[in-house]
């Protein structure tokens, strides 16, 4: 049996637990301490000095310490999530922000620059833009119709050919589903790092969940997630991950011990849970979101629709990437109602069962309005040059019953 290599999928139903070191119980305790007793002195100074990279240890992680340090539930969720990404290492955290935050702090210091796609969760826009500039770290953003050449132009034009430190890429992008080409941000990565400055590529991969597009595969260092969304995927936890090789989730879990953005043990537990279903609630949630986009592109109603099974014939260069670098068109649909923030609200207001709340990848479908929610840190003129409008609906497909979702929609249509 040893030499079996299962799926992801069947492995999330074990891997990394043994039974027998928990009384024999099928599914991992809650290990809820925030302490570890030690066996003798010697072996708490030895866990100390791996922990503290004073010392490398024949294992990956240090023995148990502190839960803000490591824990037998996190470890066994990291364990879990490197395998859908064919990542070397996994960090889970508090909420997907604070995946971000820690790792762009681990990689990033004042006087570097950051290369990012537009447009990007509201959130991360805010981070970059209100917290990393006041610490004196430069931004560029470009936006998928840029060209490697054009994005290159624009690194030299400010200047940024030589502090230039990290690629950071939100595809699909959150609401537009504009998707970025992973292998050309390699490529720019590699074109201005050199032997004495590494310049990575980091994934926002939240949108596709770790099922559909695997991002390590194409180059990137790092791909991140706000766990609470599909991976939790049921709308009742917070938390984020990172998965990368071992160099760099160390570094990693280094920033993560000190800003003290660890998961808790119960949460770790939830999503240990969530994992088990991962596979059939996205494809489930995918199936319903090709009908819909179906429904929705026939509508009189409905002015454009965002969804990667409906990319433009003209869009060439979109439709490559979606061939090349995803094995779904997804579950998140975004379109334009006619008319504007009025006609939105009032198609938002009549739905009857799907809920108007931010937030994606539940089992429960979620419909929000990205210009004055979820986007609304982010200047008025530059959501709409990138087509974040007024007029945009973003809708989270759940796994309900389809012809009950498409039937709502439509009557929250007639009420417009």
């Known amino acids: 049996m040893s030499d079996l290599k299962f799926s992801p999928e069947t492995q999330m139903m074990g891997y990394g637990y043994k039974p027998s070191l928990s009384e024999g119980s099928i599914k991992c305790p809650v290990f809820q301490t925030s302490t570890f007793v030690f066996r003798t002195a010697e072996e708490g100074k030895a866990f100390f000095e791996i922990a503290y990279g004073k010392k490398e240890g024949e294992g990956k992680t240090p023995g148990l310490i502190y839960s803000r340090i490591n824990n037998p539930d996190i470890e066994i969720l990291e364990d879990r999530l490197k395998l859908w990404d064919k990542g070397e290492a996994a960090a889970v955290f508090a909420s997907g922000m604070a995946a971000i935050s820690t790792s762009l702090m681990t990689f990033v210091k004042p006087g570097d620059t950051i290369l990012f796609s537009n447009p990007v969760y509201g959130g991360t826009h805010m981070f970059i833009h209100n917290i990393l500039h006041t610490w004196g770290v430069n931004s560029i953003g470009f936006n998928a119709t840029h060209s490697f050449e054009e994005i290159c132009k624009m690194v030299e034009n400010a200047g940024a050919a030589e502090n230039l430190r990290m690629v950071y890429i939100e595809t699909p992008a959150n609401p537009s589903n504009d998707l970025i080409d992973v292998e050309m941000c390699r490529r720019l990565a590699d074109k201005y790092g050199t032997t004495d400055k590494k310049v990575f590529v980091a994934v926002d991969n939240t949108y596709m969940g770790p099922l559909w597009a695997h991002p390590l595969t194409y180059g990137a260092d790092l791909v991140l997630y706000s766990a609470t969304k599909y991976i939790g995927g049921h709308s009742d936890l917070i938390a984020g991950a990172a998965v990368g090789n071992m160099e760099i989730i160390k570094a990693v879990k280094a920033t993560r011990t000190f800003f003290g953005t660890i998961i808790d043990p119960h949460t770790s537990w939830l999503l240990l849970r969530s994992l088990e279903t991962l596979k059939v609630r996205m494809e489930a949630a995918a199936a319903n979101a090709a009908r ?125």
């Open 292 to 416: 819909i986009a179906d429904f929705l592109s026939q509508h009189p109603l409905v002015e454009r629709i965002f969804y990667l099974g409906m990319i433009p014939q003209h869009k060439e260069k979109q439709r490559d990437i979606l061939k090349r670098q995803y094995l779904s068109n997804g579950a998140m649909i975004s379109f334009d109602i006619r008319g504007g923030e009025k006609e939105a609200f009032r198609f938002l207001n009549h739905l009857r069962h799907i809920k108007l709340a931010v937030s994606l990848g539940g089992t429960e479908s979620l419909v929000e309005h990205p210009f004055s929610m979820t986007h609304a840190d982010v200047p008025d003129d530059e959501k709409n040059s990138l087509g974040v409008t007024e007029k945009m609906i973003r809708l989270s497909v759940g796994t309900e019953n389809v012809e009950d979702l498409i039937r709502d929609i439509e009557q929250a249509l007639a009420a417009v």
